[in-house]
Each structure stands twice: as C-alpha cells, then as structure tokens.
C-alpha cells in the first residue's frame, strides 16, 4: 500500500532551539513565539513575556550587532528594580508584624501571669498558645535577619542554622495551630461533653499542643532530606510542604466543627434557660470562633496565587499580613479585649487612683499643717524678739505670749 508523502518541510520553518534560557519550538514564519520568562534567574519576572522572532525567510532573527540568533528578555527585567523594592517592603512588614506580635504577647503574658485572679485553665491554655506564637515570632525574625539575608551562610549550607532552624520554624508553625485546636477541644469538653465542668486534665492538651506537631515536622525534615534537599530548605517550590500544612488544615476543620457545635448548644441553653453562664461562655468561644477563620485564611489562599504583576503583588502583602501579624491578632482577642481581663485591669487601676489620691491628700495635709506650725512658730519668735525691747499696742511681752497661746489653741 502506498502512502502520498508528507511534505512537512517544504515550507520554510524556524527550527526548535535552545537559547541557553529557554527552549524554543518550531514556528512558521512571519511570526513572533513568546513563552513566560525563567523563574530560575532571579532577575526575571516570570510573569513577564520573552520573544522570539521568526522571519520571512524561516530562519531566526539575528542581532545586527553580534550577528548571532537573539531571544528578546528584555521585558524580563522592566520590573526588576519595582520587585525588588517589593520584595524589601514585605521583609521590613513582616519584620514589623513579628515585632508588634512579640509586645503585645509578652504584655498579654505579663497580665495573665501578674494578676492571680485570672488563673484558671483556660487562661493556662492561653499562656501556652502565646508563648507558642512567641518562639515562632523570635525563630523567624533569626531566620529573616540571620540566614534568608545571608547568601554567604546560604551557599555554606550549615544543617545546625540553617536547616535545624527551618525545622524548629515549621514545628512551632505547628504547634500555633494545635494548640488553637486545644482551646476549641477544652470548649468543647467544658460546655458539650461535662456540662460545664470546672477542671480538666491538662497532661492531654500539652501532648497535643507540644508533642503533636514534633511528628509531622520530623517527616517534612527527613522527606525534604531525601527529596528536595536544596540550601537551608528556603525554596518553597516543592509539594512536601503539605507534610506540614495537611495537618494544619485538618486541625483548622475539627476546631471549626467543634466552635459551631459549641455555639449550637449554647444557643440552644440560652434559648431555653437564659442563663448567665451560658452568656459568659458564648463571648469565650465568639473570640476563638473568629480567630479560627483569620488564622487558617492564608491555607485556603495560597494555591490561587494570581499571575498578574499587580494583582501578585496585593496577594504577597495580604499573605503576609495574614501569617506575621497572628501574635498580634492573638493577644488582642484572647486579651485585650477579654472582658475579664478588662475588668481586673480596671479594677486595679481604680484601687491604685484611690490609694495614690489618698496619699497625695495625705501629703497635702502633712505640708498644710508643717506650713501652719511653722508659721505660728515664726510668729511666736517674731514677737518674742520684739517683746524684749518695747510693747506691743500698749501689751507688754507677757500679753503677746498670752495672746499667742490662744492663737494656737485654734489649731489643736
């Protein structure tokens, strides 16, 4: 059987190549080919476009001046200088947010440790979810400052501070979220299961709030050794990252299941009982059922990253708003705006504006009265001085002295 031959290169074409950046197809000519720039050089903008020419005559544009087959990267570089500027706007923001995070937090443990009144254990599982974001807060500002900015310490690739630091980073990622999932658990117990019963065992929650998280990090660290084992772990272009952010998200899932669950009882009870109890645990759990959301936000966001320069550039502020301003968000709902800490805070001051009042008014009237006596005592030496050489309207000295003493019986 005879096939008719295809003439597939009768027409003159632009062959497939390789620039040394890119790799080029086969093109007709008369047209331009353009393909999104390198995202391994990091002077490109991968969202830009690079070109290449293919003439009329099927052969590859050549530079006037080299002579040579030329690939247009110019458009790779127009932003350049704007990202960069970007990119250190968002290391000082996140700078920032860590900053702010770890002040409010110490305040926050401050109050809760200083003030025995708020002892009690939901307060201890705050104490522990705030130190928690405090050394994640403190290990991401050494990695920002001390290795991400450092390319010297990045080519060396020391395991102790580079990658036992991402690992200490990612473990205690994991315990911010786990220990989230502990407030919600011990809501959960307190006003679903017990009835709001008082006391818990707490061994339970520091299990899972510290130990826990230990698990799904030592996987990421020996998986990432194995299979993406780039310099001090900064690339985020790999998938065993869901080794870490699987779990998050699980634990996000199961707190926000048990947070609607606690409100469904509480409304329930309020409906029927209207107790008070029941309101003062529905602000308790209204606090965790907001920060829920706001904590685990970025994990919904970060798969539908936008390729657009623009709209790329609002989406890195927004994610790192979201992730380095948590301690922050933390400690201003889980304190500073707890209404019982609002309420010891308030108290104390007024007992320190009395005891401060009382003892200016104190004060004052040890000054008014040293200011009476000293002045009934000049007085008294005035006319004394005065008596020995001439009386006083007609008063000899021992009148004025008489006088004086029932001056001062005014005083007593």
Known sequence: VAFPRMHLYDTPM??????????????????????????????????????????????????????????????????????????????????IGHGLSLISLFISLGIFFHFKSLSCQRITLHKNLF??????????????????????L??????????????????????NYFWMLCEGIY??????????????????????????????????AIARSYYYNDNCWLSSQTTLFYIIHGPIGAALL??????????????TKLRVTHQAESSLYMKAVRATLILVPLLGIQFVLVPYKPVGRVTSEIYDYIIVILMHYQGLLVATIFCFFNGEVQSVLRRNWNQYRMQFGSTLAH????????????????????????GHTEHLNGNGYHDTETTIFRNENLYG
Not at 131 to 152: C, Q, R, W
Not at 255 to 264: H, K, M, P, Q
Request: glycine content about 4%; some cysteine; overall charge neutral.
């Open 14 to 95: 632009c062959k497939r190549t390789w620039d040394g950046w890119l790799c080029w197809d086969d093109v007709e000519p008369g047209t331009t080919a353009e393909q999104h720039c390198p995202d391994y050089y990091g002077d490109f903008d991968p969202s830009e476009m690079a070109t290449r020419i293919c003439t009329e005559s099927g052969q590859w544009f050549r530079n006037p001046v080299s002579n040579r087959t030329w690939t247009n990267y110019t458009n790779c570089q127009v932003h350049t200088n704007e990202r960069r500027k970007t990119a250190m706007n968002l290391f000082y923001l996140t700078l």
């Open 131 to 152: 130190v928690s974001f405090v050394l994640n807060s403190v290990i991401s500002i050494i990695l920002l400052t001390a290795v991400a900015k450092n390319e010297d």
């Open 254 to 267: 199961v707190n926000l299941f048990f947070l609607l669950n606690i409100v469904r009882v509480l409304i």
């Open 363 to 386: 004060r004052e009237a040890l000054r008014s009265a040293s200011y009476t006596a000293s002045s009934i005592t000049e007085v008294h030496r005035c006319y004394s001085i005065d």
């Open 154 to 175: 990045i080519q060396q690739n020391p395991v102790r501070i580079c990658k036992v630091s991402q690992f200490i980073h990612l473990y205690l990622l994991g315990c």
């Open 187 to 220: 809501l959960h117990t307190l006003i679903v299961v017990a009835v709001f019963a008082e006391k818990q065992h707490l061994l339970w929650y520091y299990l899972l709030g510290w130990g826990f998280p230990l698990i799904p990090a030592l996987i990421y």
